[in-house]
């Protein structure tokens, strides 16, 4: 495997990291998943402006540009022969005696490889079950941390309780998935949780928001509270590797039907059909 370390292509064995980098102790770094499809980076300008975001965000200082850091993703995905699947890539403030406070000469520490996998259709198509969970996270949600325990230990504990998402609930207003964003469809309408600090600003919600505006479904960026999720004609949750993903039960509780709702599929062919 071709690994990316800041400006250059290396091959995994070459790459080493360091014991004192503060990724490992302080999980001080940021990162993003961007998608490849039959060998094509699909949003890449996105996922690399929330990168350059989220590091600016938390005073990390990178050393490239925006495009010569897609141009370095591009050409990693070419000598992986990365077909169908991604590239996870991310950058920690860099190496430094274990202290809290950071230098802010320290040099970055960027790695990029490719990630392998098919789109979940069958999944898709079947719909799958959440539950929700306290939304126990800080409150710079809009930032792509790689500080992710709590999205670990609820997806856990979704996988656990044989369910494929946590849907986070904070002071009874639904936020997002542990790893996903959140929409319901009532009485025709789309709705999602506004963009904050309260969210990660996901790139397929944000496409998501164009394509239904674009094609005049009515879409409002609302709060809504847990009651009305489970009282939702239709719910499905969105992300990079899940694209459109209807949930059809909740905490045990069927959500319209029971199954995979028409708006929902209108929004998953508009989807489907835009990344082609
Ligand atoms: N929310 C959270 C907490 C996430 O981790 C992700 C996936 N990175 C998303 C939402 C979806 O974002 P995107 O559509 O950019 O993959």
Redesign the pocket.
């Known amino acids: 495997m071709k690994v990316l370390v800041n400006n250059t292509i290396e091959s995994r064995e070459n790459v080493a990291i360091d014991i004192e980098d503060r990724g490992y102790q302080f999980g001080d770094g940021v990162y993003e ?1 961007v998608r490849v499809y039959e060998g094509e980076v699909y949003e890449l300008d ?2 690399v402006e ?1 990168f350059f975001r989220s590091a600016q965000e938390i005073d990390i200082t990178l050393s490239y540009t925006v495009n010569e850091l897609k141009e370095n993703i591009k050409a990693l995905i070419a000598e992986n022969n990365v077909v169908d699947g991604g590239i996870y890539f991310q950058v920690t403030r860099g190496v430094s005696p274990r202290k809290h406070s950071y230098d802010r000469t320290l040099a970055s520490h960027l790695i990029a490889y490719p990630l392998y996998f098919t789109r979940p259709k069958e999944k898709q198509l079947s719909g799958v079950t959440a539950i929700t969970v306290d939304d126990l996270r800080w409150l710079r ?1 809009d930032i ?1 941390s790689l500080n ?1 325990l709590y ?1 670990v230990m609820m997806k856990q504990k979704a996988q656990d309780n044989k369910a494929f998402e946590g849907i986070f609930v904070r002071d009874d207003v639904i936020t ?6 959140v929409f319901i469809v009532k009485d025709g309408v789309y709705k999602t949780h506004p963009a904050s600090n309260m ?2 600003n ?4 944000q496409r998501i928001l164009s394509l239904l505006s674009e094609n005049n479904f009515t879409v409002e960026e609302v709060k809504f509270t847990k009651a009305e999720l489970l009282a939702a004609d239709e719910v499905f949750i ?4 899940s694209e459109v993903m209807p949930i059809i039960e909740i905490d045990n509780q069927i959500i319209g039907q029971g199954q995979v709702g028409d708006k929902t599929k209108q929004i998953y062919n508009l989807l489907i059909n835009y990344i082609g």
Do not use: P
């Not at 997002?176 to 964003?181: A, D, K, M, V, W």
């Not at 996901?202 to 919600?205: A, E, L, V, W, Y």
């Open positions: 998943v996105g996922h929330r949600c792509k992710l999205n997002e998935g542990t790893s996903t964003n969210i990660l996901g790139i397929t919600r969105t992300s990079t590797t």
